[in-house]
């Protein structure tokens, strides 16, 4: 998933919003989330997620 969430968010910071839909959809390590931080280099991050 990709969004503008903020790291700095503590409410609705990218690793909050993954906790959340994990613990909802029942989803553990089966996703990523991306927040604004990694948009800019983005393709590098979607790189290092999928090739690990």
């Known amino acids: ?9 503590p409410k609705a910071s990218p690793e909050r919003i993954r906790k959340d839909i994990e613990e909802e959809w029942h989803l ?4 990523r989330v991306f927040g604004a931080e990694q948009i800019p ?3 590098m991050y979607l790189k290092e997620w999928l090739t690990s």
């Open 41 to 43: 280099n983005l393709s």
């Open 28 to 31: 553990e390590n089966k996703f």
């Open 1 to 9: 998933m990709v969004c503008f969430a903020s790291e700095t968010n």
